[in-house]
Protein backbone atom coordinates (compact mmCIF):
# COMPACT_ATOMS: atom_id res chain seq x y z
CA UNK A 1 0.00 0.00 0.00
CA UNK A 2 1.78 3.23 -1.18
CA UNK A 3 0.41 5.53 1.46
CA UNK A 4 1.17 2.91 4.28
CA UNK A 5 3.75 0.76 3.02
CA UNK A 6 4.44 -2.48 5.09
CA UNK A 7 7.91 -3.99 6.13
CA UNK A 8 6.69 -7.29 5.17
CA UNK A 9 4.55 -6.47 2.35
CA UNK A 10 6.89 -3.46 0.32
CA UNK A 11 10.10 -3.97 1.62
CA UNK A 12 11.45 -6.59 3.15
CA UNK A 13 10.24 -9.32 0.98
CA UNK A 14 8.68 -11.43 -1.05
CA UNK A 15 10.22 -14.58 -0.53
CA UNK A 16 10.44 -16.28 -3.81
CA UNK A 17 12.12 -17.79 -6.67
CA UNK A 18 12.89 -16.37 -10.26
CA UNK A 19 15.23 -13.54 -11.20
CA UNK A 20 12.32 -10.89 -11.25
CA UNK A 21 10.04 -9.93 -8.06
CA UNK A 22 7.58 -7.64 -10.74
CA UNK A 23 7.93 -10.43 -13.27
CA UNK A 24 7.86 -13.43 -11.08
CA UNK A 25 6.58 -12.96 -7.77
CA UNK A 26 4.16 -10.19 -8.77
CA UNK A 27 2.99 -13.07 -11.80
CA UNK A 28 2.35 -15.40 -9.24
CA UNK A 29 0.33 -13.34 -6.47
CA UNK A 30 -1.92 -12.31 -9.77
CA UNK A 31 -2.16 -15.99 -10.85
CA UNK A 32 -3.65 -16.88 -6.90
CA UNK A 33 -6.34 -14.28 -7.40
CA UNK A 34 -7.19 -15.83 -10.56
CA UNK A 35 -7.72 -19.05 -9.10
CA UNK A 36 -9.50 -18.09 -6.72
CA UNK A 37 -11.59 -15.62 -8.89
CA UNK A 38 -12.20 -18.99 -10.53
CA UNK A 39 -12.82 -21.15 -7.25
CA UNK A 40 -10.52 -22.90 -7.32
CA UNK A 41 -11.01 -24.61 -10.61
CA UNK A 42 -9.23 -23.31 -14.38
CA UNK A 43 -9.77 -25.63 -17.27
CA UNK A 44 -8.47 -22.86 -19.73
CA UNK A 45 -6.42 -19.33 -19.37
CA UNK A 46 -5.84 -17.02 -22.14
CA UNK A 47 -3.04 -14.32 -21.39
CA UNK A 48 -3.07 -10.93 -23.08
CA UNK A 49 0.66 -8.81 -23.57
CA UNK A 50 0.68 -6.02 -24.95
CA UNK A 51 3.10 -5.51 -27.54
CA UNK A 52 4.37 -1.98 -26.13
CA UNK A 53 4.64 -3.37 -22.75
CA UNK A 54 7.81 -5.30 -20.89
CA UNK A 55 5.91 -8.74 -21.11
CA UNK A 56 5.59 -9.09 -24.68
CA UNK A 57 9.50 -9.51 -25.20
CA UNK A 58 10.62 -11.26 -21.28
CA UNK A 59 7.03 -12.74 -19.91
CA UNK A 60 9.22 -16.49 -20.37
CA UNK A 61 12.67 -15.47 -20.01
CA UNK A 62 12.07 -13.31 -16.91
CA UNK A 63 9.93 -16.32 -15.35
CA UNK A 64 6.44 -14.56 -15.35
CA UNK A 65 5.68 -17.56 -16.90
CA UNK A 66 6.70 -19.59 -14.28
CA UNK A 67 5.50 -17.56 -11.86
CA UNK A 68 1.63 -16.78 -13.43
CA UNK A 69 1.77 -20.87 -14.01
CA UNK A 70 2.35 -21.34 -10.29
CA UNK A 71 -0.41 -18.71 -9.07
CA UNK A 72 -2.74 -20.77 -11.25
CA UNK A 73 -1.82 -24.06 -10.02
CA UNK A 74 -2.28 -22.01 -6.57
CA UNK A 75 1.09 -22.93 -5.28
CA UNK A 76 3.29 -20.38 -3.05
CA UNK A 77 6.57 -19.06 -4.10
CA UNK A 78 8.32 -21.59 -1.76
CA UNK A 79 7.48 -24.78 -3.68
CA UNK A 80 10.38 -26.30 -5.45
CA UNK A 81 7.93 -27.33 -7.97
CA UNK A 82 7.70 -24.21 -9.45
CA UNK A 83 10.41 -23.83 -12.24
CA UNK A 84 8.53 -26.85 -13.60
CA UNK A 85 5.29 -25.22 -13.25
CA UNK A 86 4.71 -25.09 -16.76
CA UNK A 87 4.87 -29.31 -17.00
CA UNK A 88 2.39 -29.62 -13.98
CA UNK A 89 -0.36 -27.72 -16.40
CA UNK A 90 -1.26 -30.90 -18.03
CA UNK A 91 -1.80 -33.15 -15.13
CA UNK A 92 -4.11 -30.47 -13.61
CA UNK A 93 -6.13 -30.05 -16.50
CA UNK A 94 -5.31 -26.50 -17.15
CA UNK A 95 -4.28 -24.96 -20.69
CA UNK A 96 -2.46 -21.85 -20.84
CA UNK A 97 -2.11 -19.62 -23.86
CA UNK A 98 -0.34 -16.64 -24.48
CA UNK A 99 -1.32 -14.01 -27.04
CA UNK A 100 0.51 -11.08 -28.15
CA UNK A 101 -1.87 -7.58 -29.27
CA UNK A 102 -2.85 -4.16 -28.47
CA UNK A 103 -4.83 -4.63 -25.10
CA UNK A 104 -4.55 -0.37 -24.47
CA UNK A 105 -2.31 -0.89 -21.49
CA UNK A 106 -1.60 1.31 -19.33
CA UNK A 107 1.09 0.14 -17.71
CA UNK A 108 4.55 -2.33 -18.89
CA UNK A 109 3.53 -5.19 -16.97
CA UNK A 110 -0.17 -5.26 -17.76
CA UNK A 111 -1.99 -8.77 -17.65
CA UNK A 112 -5.14 -9.57 -19.29
CA UNK A 113 -6.30 -13.08 -18.59
CA UNK A 114 -9.49 -14.81 -19.55
CA UNK A 115 -10.45 -17.75 -17.35
CA UNK A 116 -12.51 -20.57 -18.17
CA UNK A 117 -13.93 -23.29 -16.14
CA UNK A 118 -17.37 -25.51 -16.59
CA UNK A 119 -19.46 -23.49 -14.22
CA UNK A 120 -18.34 -20.12 -16.04
CA UNK A 121 -15.83 -17.30 -17.36
CA UNK A 122 -14.01 -14.42 -16.01
CA UNK A 123 -12.22 -11.50 -17.11
CA UNK A 124 -9.36 -9.73 -15.79
CA UNK A 125 -7.02 -6.97 -15.82
CA UNK A 126 -3.77 -6.73 -13.39
CA UNK A 127 -0.97 -5.03 -13.20
CA UNK A 128 2.49 -6.36 -11.57
CA UNK A 129 3.83 -2.53 -9.63
CA UNK A 130 7.33 -3.64 -8.66
CA UNK A 131 8.84 -5.66 -6.05
CA UNK A 132 6.19 -8.30 -6.07
CA UNK A 133 3.45 -6.08 -5.47
CA UNK A 134 0.15 -5.81 -7.55
CA UNK A 135 -3.28 -4.53 -8.53
CA UNK A 136 -6.24 -5.70 -9.62
CA UNK A 137 -7.86 -2.89 -12.04
CA UNK A 138 -10.95 -4.57 -13.72
CA UNK A 139 -12.69 -7.84 -13.07
CA UNK A 140 -15.49 -8.89 -15.86
CA UNK A 141 -15.52 -5.47 -16.77
CA UNK A 142 -15.81 -3.75 -13.54
CA UNK A 143 -12.87 -1.12 -12.88
CA UNK A 144 -11.49 -1.97 -9.89
CA UNK A 145 -8.58 -1.46 -7.62
CA UNK A 146 -7.70 -4.45 -5.60
CA UNK A 147 -4.04 -5.12 -4.19
CA UNK A 148 -4.22 -8.81 -2.30
CA UNK A 149 -4.00 -7.13 1.20
CA UNK A 150 -7.32 -7.66 2.56
CA UNK A 151 -10.01 -10.76 2.18
CA UNK A 152 -12.15 -10.31 -0.51
CA UNK A 153 -15.56 -11.20 -1.15
CA UNK A 154 -17.19 -9.74 -4.45
CA UNK A 155 -20.92 -9.78 -4.99
CA UNK A 156 -22.81 -9.45 -8.47
CA UNK A 157 -25.81 -7.91 -8.22
CA UNK A 158 -28.49 -5.64 -10.21
CA UNK A 159 -29.92 -3.86 -7.56
CA UNK A 160 -27.36 -3.39 -4.90
CA UNK A 161 -28.99 -1.39 -2.78
CA UNK A 162 -30.77 -3.61 -0.55
CA UNK A 163 -27.71 -5.54 -0.94
CA UNK A 164 -25.26 -2.67 0.80
CA UNK A 165 -28.35 -3.41 3.39
CA UNK A 166 -27.54 -6.73 4.24
CA UNK A 167 -23.75 -6.88 4.08
CA UNK A 168 -23.51 -3.76 6.22
CA UNK A 169 -25.46 -5.23 9.19
CA UNK A 170 -24.07 -8.40 8.98
CA UNK A 171 -20.62 -8.26 7.85
CA UNK A 172 -17.68 -7.50 10.05
CA UNK A 173 -15.87 -4.67 6.97
CA UNK A 174 -13.14 -2.50 6.61
CA UNK A 175 -14.62 -1.45 3.55
CA UNK A 176 -17.75 -1.61 1.25
CA UNK A 177 -17.60 -0.09 -2.39
CA UNK A 178 -20.06 -0.33 -5.32
CA UNK A 179 -18.50 -0.67 -9.06
CA UNK A 180 -20.94 -0.23 -11.85
CA UNK A 181 -20.14 -2.30 -15.04
CA UNK A 182 -22.61 -4.85 -16.98
CA UNK A 183 -23.10 -6.46 -13.69
CA UNK A 184 -22.29 -4.01 -10.21
CA UNK A 185 -20.03 -5.49 -7.96
CA UNK A 186 -20.14 -4.98 -4.03
CA UNK A 187 -16.37 -5.06 -3.00
CA UNK A 188 -16.07 -5.95 0.73
CA UNK A 189 -12.83 -5.47 2.15
CA UNK A 190 -12.27 -7.34 5.71
CA UNK A 191 -10.08 -9.06 7.77
CA UNK A 192 -11.87 -12.50 6.98
CA UNK A 193 -14.12 -14.15 4.94
CA UNK A 194 -18.39 -13.16 6.00
CA UNK A 195 -19.87 -16.29 7.68
CA UNK A 196 -20.99 -18.89 5.34
CA UNK A 197 -24.86 -18.05 6.14
CA UNK A 198 -24.62 -14.95 5.18
CA UNK A 199 -22.72 -15.71 2.08
CA UNK A 200 -26.07 -18.34 1.13
CA UNK A 201 -28.68 -16.08 2.65
CA UNK A 202 -26.71 -13.68 -0.32
CA UNK A 203 -27.15 -15.86 -2.94
CA UNK A 204 -30.93 -16.64 -2.11
CA UNK A 205 -31.53 -13.02 -3.10
CA UNK A 206 -32.57 -12.55 -6.58
CA UNK A 207 -30.80 -9.41 -7.30
CA UNK A 208 -27.82 -11.53 -6.47
CA UNK A 209 -25.96 -13.16 -9.27
CA UNK A 210 -22.35 -14.87 -8.58
CA UNK A 211 -20.53 -14.13 -5.18
CA UNK A 212 -16.29 -14.33 -5.71
CA UNK A 213 -14.10 -14.41 -2.83
CA UNK A 214 -10.38 -13.58 -2.94
CA UNK A 215 -8.00 -14.37 -0.06
CA UNK A 216 -5.06 -11.82 0.34
CA UNK A 217 -1.55 -12.75 -1.06
CA UNK A 218 -0.01 -10.02 1.00
CA UNK A 219 1.86 -11.29 4.32
CA UNK A 220 0.20 -8.52 6.81
CA UNK A 221 -3.09 -6.85 6.00
CA UNK A 222 -4.59 -3.88 5.61
CA UNK A 223 -7.14 -2.09 7.64
CA UNK A 224 -9.29 0.80 7.72
CA UNK A 225 -8.59 3.43 10.39
CA UNK A 226 -4.75 3.05 9.94
CA UNK A 227 -2.67 5.83 11.96
CA UNK A 228 0.93 6.03 12.05
CA UNK A 229 3.04 7.87 14.37
CA UNK A 230 5.43 8.59 11.76
CA UNK A 231 5.83 8.18 7.92
CA UNK A 232 9.23 10.10 7.08
CA UNK A 233 12.43 10.06 9.31
CA UNK A 234 11.93 13.52 10.03
CA UNK A 235 8.37 12.86 12.06
CA UNK A 236 10.05 9.92 13.17
CA UNK A 237 13.19 11.59 14.77
CA UNK A 238 10.60 14.10 16.64
CA UNK A 239 8.83 11.01 17.77
CA UNK A 240 11.86 9.51 19.44
CA UNK A 241 13.28 12.50 20.99
CA UNK A 242 12.45 11.69 24.57
CA UNK A 243 12.35 7.93 23.84
CA UNK A 244 15.15 6.98 22.97
CA UNK A 245 14.62 4.49 20.83
CA UNK A 246 17.34 1.89 18.61
CA UNK A 247 15.89 1.84 14.66
CA UNK A 248 15.29 -1.60 14.82
CA UNK A 249 12.64 -0.96 17.97
CA UNK A 250 10.96 1.85 15.62
CA UNK A 251 10.62 -0.31 13.00
CA UNK A 252 9.48 -3.18 15.42
CA UNK A 253 6.70 -0.60 16.66
CA UNK A 254 6.14 1.02 12.96
CA UNK A 255 5.21 -2.65 11.65
CA UNK A 256 3.15 -3.67 14.76
CA UNK A 257 0.69 -0.77 14.25
CA UNK A 258 0.66 -1.33 10.97
CA UNK A 259 -0.36 -4.51 10.90
CA UNK A 260 -1.88 -4.59 13.70
CA UNK A 261 0.22 -7.73 15.17
CA UNK A 262 2.58 -7.85 18.30
CA UNK A 263 5.66 -6.75 17.98
CA UNK A 264 6.95 -10.32 19.06
CA UNK A 265 5.01 -11.64 15.88
CA UNK A 266 7.09 -8.79 13.87
CA UNK A 267 10.77 -10.14 15.06
CA UNK A 268 9.84 -13.53 14.60
CA UNK A 269 8.74 -12.81 11.10
CA UNK A 270 11.81 -11.15 10.52
CA UNK A 271 13.93 -14.64 12.07
CA UNK A 272 12.14 -16.34 9.45
CA UNK A 273 13.10 -13.93 6.85
CA UNK A 274 16.76 -13.90 7.94
CA UNK A 275 16.50 -17.99 7.70
CA UNK A 276 15.90 -17.85 4.54
CA UNK A 277 18.48 -15.12 3.87
CA UNK A 278 20.91 -17.42 5.27
CA UNK A 279 20.22 -20.30 3.53
CA UNK A 280 19.95 -18.81 0.22
CA UNK A 281 23.99 -17.81 1.39
CA UNK A 282 24.93 -21.22 1.80
CA UNK A 283 23.01 -22.75 -1.20
CA UNK A 284 25.19 -20.34 -3.34
CA UNK A 285 28.30 -21.22 -1.66
CA UNK A 286 27.76 -24.80 -2.41
CA UNK A 287 27.16 -24.15 -6.01
CA UNK A 288 24.14 -23.44 -8.08
CA UNK A 289 23.23 -24.92 -11.70
CA UNK A 290 20.58 -23.81 -14.42
CA UNK A 291 20.90 -23.97 -17.85
CA UNK A 292 19.29 -20.66 -18.96
CA UNK A 293 22.11 -18.20 -17.17
CA UNK A 294 24.76 -16.09 -18.83
CA UNK A 295 27.10 -16.21 -15.70
CA UNK A 296 27.81 -19.67 -13.61
CA UNK A 297 28.58 -20.57 -9.99
CA UNK A 298 31.70 -18.16 -8.77
CA UNK A 299 31.12 -17.71 -5.16
CA UNK A 300 32.32 -21.45 -4.64
CA UNK A 301 35.79 -20.61 -5.94
CA UNK A 302 36.14 -16.82 -4.30
CA UNK A 303 35.25 -18.60 -0.91
CA UNK A 304 37.93 -21.28 -1.16
CA UNK A 305 40.52 -18.49 -2.37
CA UNK A 306 39.24 -16.43 0.56
CA UNK A 307 39.66 -19.42 3.04
CA UNK A 308 43.22 -20.05 1.67
CA UNK A 309 44.12 -16.37 1.91
CA UNK A 310 44.97 -15.90 -1.95
CA UNK A 311 42.94 -12.56 -1.82
CA UNK A 312 44.42 -8.79 -1.14
CA UNK A 313 43.38 -7.44 2.48
CA UNK A 314 39.57 -6.70 3.65
CA UNK A 315 38.10 -9.59 4.79
CA UNK A 316 34.84 -7.90 6.14
CA UNK A 317 34.51 -6.75 2.32
CA UNK A 318 35.53 -9.43 0.89
CA UNK A 319 32.82 -11.22 3.19
CA UNK A 320 30.45 -9.29 1.76
CA UNK A 321 31.17 -9.88 -2.49
CA UNK A 322 30.76 -13.60 -1.69
CA UNK A 323 27.78 -13.55 0.28
CA UNK A 324 26.03 -11.08 -2.51
CA UNK A 325 27.59 -13.34 -5.28
CA UNK A 326 26.22 -16.61 -3.53
CA UNK A 327 22.71 -15.18 -3.08
CA UNK A 328 22.47 -13.73 -6.59
CA UNK A 329 23.61 -16.95 -7.89
CA UNK A 330 20.92 -18.62 -6.00
CA UNK A 331 18.22 -16.03 -7.36
CA UNK A 332 19.65 -16.99 -11.10
CA UNK A 333 19.44 -20.33 -10.48
CA UNK A 334 15.75 -19.99 -9.44
CA UNK A 335 16.16 -20.94 -5.97
CA UNK A 336 14.41 -19.64 -2.83
CA UNK A 337 15.27 -15.85 -2.36
CA UNK A 338 14.11 -12.98 -0.08
CA UNK A 339 13.59 -9.57 -2.44
CA UNK A 340 15.02 -7.16 -0.57
CA UNK A 341 13.54 -4.56 -1.95
CA UNK A 342 13.52 -6.37 -4.87
CA UNK A 343 14.77 -9.53 -6.70
CA UNK A 344 17.11 -7.79 -8.57
CA UNK A 345 18.96 -6.15 -5.65
CA UNK A 346 18.30 -9.37 -3.13
CA UNK A 347 21.71 -10.09 -2.69
CA UNK A 348 22.37 -6.50 -0.97
CA UNK A 349 21.15 -6.65 2.36
CA UNK A 350 21.44 -10.16 2.79
CA UNK A 351 24.84 -10.02 1.63
CA UNK A 352 26.21 -7.08 3.41
CA UNK A 353 24.55 -7.41 6.71
CA UNK A 354 25.03 -11.19 7.00
CA UNK A 355 28.30 -11.28 5.86
CA UNK A 356 29.65 -8.29 8.60
CA UNK A 357 27.66 -10.26 11.34
CA UNK A 358 29.35 -13.49 10.25
CA UNK A 359 32.82 -11.71 9.88
CA UNK A 360 32.14 -10.05 13.18
CA UNK A 361 30.76 -13.36 15.07
CA UNK A 362 27.76 -11.86 15.83
CA UNK A 363 24.54 -13.91 16.40
CA UNK A 364 21.27 -14.23 14.81
CA UNK A 365 19.47 -11.55 16.76
CA UNK A 366 22.24 -9.14 15.68
CA UNK A 367 20.77 -9.99 12.03
CA UNK A 368 17.18 -9.21 12.89
CA UNK A 369 18.00 -6.27 14.79
CA UNK A 370 19.74 -4.86 11.34
CA UNK A 371 17.11 -6.35 8.90
CA UNK A 372 14.61 -4.24 10.99
CA UNK A 373 16.95 -1.55 10.53
CA UNK A 374 16.83 -2.04 6.95
CA UNK A 375 13.18 -1.88 6.85
CA UNK A 376 12.78 0.91 8.40
CA UNK A 377 14.42 2.99 5.85
CA UNK A 378 12.53 0.84 3.08
CA UNK A 379 9.69 2.54 4.50
CA UNK A 380 10.94 6.08 3.63
CA UNK A 381 11.89 4.90 0.33
CA UNK A 382 8.45 3.31 -0.50
CA UNK A 383 6.41 5.87 0.95
CA UNK A 384 7.96 8.43 -1.04
CA UNK A 385 9.47 7.40 -4.16
CA UNK A 386 9.91 3.76 -5.73
CA UNK A 387 11.39 0.74 -5.78
CA UNK A 388 10.03 -0.15 -9.34
CA UNK A 389 12.62 -0.57 -12.10
CA UNK A 390 9.57 -0.42 -14.73
CA UNK A 391 9.32 3.64 -13.22
CA UNK A 392 12.59 4.53 -11.62
CA UNK A 393 15.15 2.82 -13.41
CA UNK A 394 17.38 0.04 -12.36
CA UNK A 395 18.99 2.29 -9.84
CA UNK A 396 15.92 2.59 -8.00
CA UNK A 397 16.46 -1.04 -6.88
CA UNK A 398 20.30 -1.62 -6.42
CA UNK A 399 20.10 2.27 -5.05
CA UNK A 400 17.76 1.86 -2.66
CA UNK A 401 19.34 -1.69 -1.18
CA UNK A 402 22.80 0.05 -0.42
CA UNK A 403 20.81 2.90 1.25
CA UNK A 404 18.96 0.29 3.04
CA UNK A 405 22.33 -2.09 3.94
CA UNK A 406 24.11 1.21 5.41
CA UNK A 407 21.93 1.29 8.37
CA UNK A 408 21.67 -2.10 8.66
CA UNK A 409 25.54 -2.13 9.41
CA UNK A 410 25.58 0.71 11.45
CA UNK A 411 22.57 -0.74 13.72
CA UNK A 412 25.52 -4.05 13.85
CA UNK A 413 27.60 -1.89 14.71
CA UNK A 414 25.22 -0.22 17.22
CA UNK A 415 25.30 3.32 15.72
CA UNK A 416 22.39 5.98 16.62
CA UNK A 417 19.26 6.59 14.60
CA UNK A 418 20.87 9.37 13.36
CA UNK A 419 23.75 7.96 12.37
CA UNK A 420 22.03 5.32 10.20
CA UNK A 421 19.99 7.89 8.75
CA UNK A 422 23.61 10.03 7.33
CA UNK A 423 24.66 6.70 6.49
CA UNK A 424 21.83 6.07 4.04
CA UNK A 425 21.66 9.17 2.60
CA UNK A 426 25.57 8.94 1.96
CA UNK A 427 24.96 5.40 0.47
CA UNK A 428 22.22 6.90 -1.87
CA UNK A 429 24.39 10.08 -2.93
CA UNK A 430 27.37 7.61 -4.00
CA UNK A 431 24.75 5.26 -5.99
CA UNK A 432 23.53 8.29 -8.30
CA UNK A 433 25.54 11.20 -8.18
CA UNK A 434 24.61 14.78 -8.58
CA UNK A 435 22.02 13.94 -11.34
CA UNK A 436 18.69 14.83 -9.36
CA UNK A 437 17.19 18.46 -8.11
CA UNK A 438 19.64 20.53 -5.90
CA UNK A 439 18.54 21.56 -2.57
CA UNK A 440 18.00 25.64 -1.96
CA UNK A 441 20.58 26.04 -5.09
CA UNK A 442 23.07 23.89 -3.61
CA UNK A 443 23.91 20.86 -5.59
CA UNK A 444 25.06 19.01 -2.71
CA UNK A 445 22.79 16.05 -2.31
CA UNK A 446 20.40 14.32 -5.00
CA UNK A 447 16.83 13.67 -4.28
CA UNK A 448 17.28 10.05 -3.46
CA UNK A 449 18.90 11.49 -0.31
CA UNK A 450 16.34 14.38 0.19
CA UNK A 451 13.56 11.02 0.55
CA UNK A 452 15.12 10.23 3.99
CA UNK A 453 14.62 13.67 5.13
CA UNK A 454 11.43 15.03 3.72
CA UNK A 455 8.24 15.57 6.50
Not at 2 to 19: C, E, H, K, L
Request: proline content about 5%; charged content about 20%; aromatic content about 4%.
Amino acid sequence: MAGFPSIFNDVIGPVMRGPSSSHCAGALRIGRVCRDLMDGEISHASVLFDPDGSLATTHESQGSDMGLMGGLLGWEATDRRLPEAKSHLGKNSIRVEFTIRDIGAVHPNTYQLILNNPSGTCQVTALSVGGGMIEIIDIDGVKISLAGDYFETLVYCQDPDLILQQIKERVDHDDVSVHPGPDTIIEVKSQKFPDQAVLTDLLAMKEVRLIRKIRPVLPVLSRKSMELPFLSSQKMLEFNRDRGLALWELALLYESLRGSIPEEEVYEKMRQLAGYMEDAISSGLNGTEYNDRILGSQSPAFKTKMDQNQLLGGNLTNRIIMSVSAVMEVKSAMGLIVAAPTAGSCGTIPGAVLGIASGMGLSQDHVIKALLSTGMIGIFIARHATFAAESGGCQAECGAASGMAAAGLVSLAGGSVEQSLAASSLALQNSLGMICDPIANRVEAPCWAKILWLP
